[in-house]
């Protein structure tokens, strides 16, 4: 089943949702900011946008920054649904 964070107002009213899915297996660990039908991938070792499409700079500032203020909740869901392929950087882990 898929991890959805809780995103505090006004972005869940505007339809924002920031997910990890359970059938990414094989894909370098990261979130995917959802709107609409648009679907942005942010790598939780890199911490930058996946892929060029669609752009990076339509996603507010303010989910990027939520997204690094909890990377160890981030991290942690995401090492619970794909144990076989975790984030495993102790440096994230340990802050």
């Known amino acids: 089943m898929a991890y959805t964070a809780y995103l505090a107002e006004p972005w869940r009213s505007r339809g924002w949702k920031i997910k990890i899915f359970d059938r990414e297996r ?3 660990p990261h979130i995917t ?3 609409g039908t648009a679907y942005w991938r942010w790598g939780l070792r890199s911490r ?3 892929g060029r499409e669609p752009d990076a700079r ?3 500032r303010a989910l990027v920054e939520f ?3 909890n990377i160890v909740l981030l991290t942690n869901a995401w090492n619970m649904l794909h144990p076989h392929n ?3 950087s102790k440096e994230v882990l340990d802050e």
Do not use: G, H, T
């Open 58 to 60: 339509e996603v507010p």
């Open 86 to 88: 975790p984030v495993a």
């Open 67 to 69: 997204a690094c203020e």
């Open 26 to 28: 094989n894909e370098e």
């Open 33 to 35: 900011i959802v709107r």
């Open 48 to 50: 930058r946008f996946l």
